[in-house]
T-cell receptor, first 111, second 112 residues
Framework: SQKIEQNSEALNIQEGKTATLTCNYT??????LQWYRQDPGRGPVFLLL?????KEKRKERLKVTFDTTLKQSLFHITASQPADSATYLC??????????FGGGTRLMVKP | NAGVTQTPKFRVLKTGQSMTLLCAQD?????MYWYRQDPGMGLRLIHY???????AKGEVPDGYNVSRLKKQNFLLGLESAAPSQTSVYFC???????????FGPGTRLTVT
């Protein structure tokens, strides 16, 4: 069956460092992959979309890579700030154009 | 623009009771979705709609019904609530030509 895995353990890093979050998937051939941010008690907010033929996408301090051979996406936040603390969700667009979400990874940036 | 709004924000039901969750969007989006989010399980798609008057089942549709009578509204109904339906429910919408989904603030439902 199709599966998306994100590290369920919280990632704790120091302010100013680069945070790297991982999204692995199996039994998928997604055309697109998205990353969302979710703050406690709120709905997810779209951050980035990367297509299967794109290796890397950047937006300000955010960078996403997409390796269809490894079936993995990496999400980087450079020069992290306490305000970046949130849960980050990976989502794949499947053949039916539906989004399937991973369980999310909580990021804590300490000052 | 209010974006995507959900009503109510919180609700407690007893087993067997019914209720309707309302989602409204003012962005003229064609597609609308209902998800539930449970700890450790991520967001799971319940039902969705690709346009006014059309609905389809998602990953976990049992126990829920939906209606899309107007383009801007998407209703989620629970006919006979069960404790397993205790969850946080999110509505989302998007334009037909974009994969970016816009989410509402969620409804926290507890069934006792």
């Amino acid at each position: 069956s199709q599966k998306i895995e994100q590290n369920s353990e919280a990632l704790n890093i120091q302010e100013g460092k680069t945070a790297t979050l991982t999204c692995n998937y199996t039994n998928y051939s997604p055309a697109y992959l998205q990353w969302y941010r979710q703050d406690p008690g709120r709905g997810p907010v779209f951050l980035l979309l990367i297509r299967e033929n794109e290796k890397e996408k950047r937006k300000e301090r955010l960078k996403v890579t997409f390796d269809t051979t490894l079936k993995q996406s990496l999400f980087h936040i450079t020069a992290s700030q306490p305000a970046d603390s949130a849960t980050y969700l990976c989502a794949l667009v499947n053949a039916g154009n539906m989004l399937t979400f991973g369980g999310g990874t909580r990021l804590m940036v300490k000052p | 623009n209010a974006g995507v709004t959900q009503t109510p924000k919180f609700r407690v039901l007893k087993t067997g009771q019914s209720m309707t969750l309302l989602c409204a969007q003012d962005m003229n989006h064609e597609y609308m979705y209902w998800y539930r989010q449970d700890p450790g399980m991520g967001l799971r798609l319940i039902h969705y709609s690709v346009g006014e008057g059309t609905t389809a089942k998602g990953e976990v549709p049992d126990g829920y019904n939906v209606s899309r009578l107007k383009k801007q509204n998407f209703l989620l109904g629970l006919e006979s609530a069960a404790p397993s339906q205790t969850s946080v429910y999110f509505c989302a919408s998007r334009l037909a030509h974009s994969y970016e989904q816009y989410f509402g603030p969620g409804t926290r439902l507890t069934v006792t």
